[in-house]
């Protein structure tokens, strides 16, 4: 039945989920990251466009590399984490009380890097002007419209392949 199906599909993805999440990427995501934003034009590109002095681009490209590490080790944090806990709910007999505790660490963990990424862009802030941040708060949304565009357009896909009758 539709149901059953539908039920199973979900289950899967619960379990699926966090396994897939800590891997994503692997070791080498920081490098395809990397390699994909520099095929883009790299910062000297943002650079460019938002017409920064060699000033601006030192001390943004400090602020970078100061944080680029310790960003790295919580990432590394988190995708340790997410693996514990992918191992706890795939144990026959799981814990709650683990299970709890490991989302306990995830969030503490999730939060930190959302607090070192307002930090950024306060220091950011900091460097530009306010005309340029804006600038690129412009670029920012555009591309996350864009991002959110082909995610809407793949839930609509998704929704529909998973009713229809098959």
């Not at 989302?103 to 963990?109: F, G, K, L, M």
């Amino acid at each position: 039945s539709i149901k059953m199906t539908v039920l199973v599909a979900v289950v899967g993805l619960l379990v699926a989920g966090p396994t897939a999440y800590a891997f994503h990427g692997g070791e080498n995501s920081e490098g395809f990251r990397e390699a994909r934003f520099k095929k883009r034009g790299g910062p000297e590109r943002m650079y460019k466009e938002l017409g920064l002095s060699q000033e601006q681009k030192d001390k943004l490209k400090a602020r970078r590399e100061a944080d680029k590490e310790q960003d790295k080790a919580l990432r590394e944090q988190l995708r340790t984490k997410m693996k514990t806990l992918h191992d706890e709910i795939a144990k026959p007999e799981t814990d709650r009380a683990a299970v709890d505790q490991e989302v306990a660490e995830i969030n503490e963990i999730k939060g930190q890097l959302f607090s070192r990424r307002i930090d950024g862009l306060f220091r950011m802030k900091e460097v530009l002007t306010p005309e340029q941040f804006t600038k690129l708060q412009c670029k920012h949304d555009g591309k996350m419209a864009k991002k959110q565009g082909r995610w809407q357009k793949k839930a609509r896909t998704g929704a529909s392949e998973a009713v229809s009758p098959g």
